[in-house]
Nanobody
Framework: QVRLAESGGGLVQAGGSLRLSCAAS????????MGWYRQAPGKQRELVAT???????NYADSVKGRFTISRDNAKNTVYLQMNSLKPEDTAVYYC?????????????WGQGTLVTVST
């Protein structure tokens, strides 16, 4: 019912920037909660940043001051602007949304986009 299309990952040198996008499509009444998580090799998936429908944001301590999450409600899209990237930011980044659809609520994960930060 809800599909997510992620884009923007890639290879960047330390200190560089990338912008991730995640567009939701389908029979969506509203997107209550949108966020980004990441999973590095050999590690558990962890929260990076989240944003509510009221634009309240939350960040992992490791990315505060470097990453900015935002959303465009008209486009059902969430963005993650990543600046001052570090090698330890290397991971697969996953979009997560909690949507209100016909029949109730639904949580959906994107397929993931790889971000690689080289030294």
């Amino acid at each position: 019912q809800v599909r997510l299309a992620e884009s923007g990952g890639g290879l960047v040198q330390a200190g560089g920037s990338l912008r991730l996008s995640c567009a939701a499509s389908g029979r969506i009444f509203s997107l209550k909660f949108m966020g980004w998580y990441r999973q590095a090799p050999g590690k558990q998936r962890e929260l990076v940043a989240t944003i509510t429908s009221g634009a309240s944001t939350n960040y992992a301590d490791s990315v505060k001051g470097r990453f900015t999450i935002s959303r465009d409600n008209a486009k059902n899209t969430v963005y993650l602007q990543m600046n001052s990237l570090k090698p330890e930011d290397t991971a697969v980044y996953y979009c997560n949304v909690r949507a209100i659809v016909i029949g109730g609520g639904l949580e959906v994960w994107g397929q993931g986009t790889l971000v690689t930060v080289s030294t």
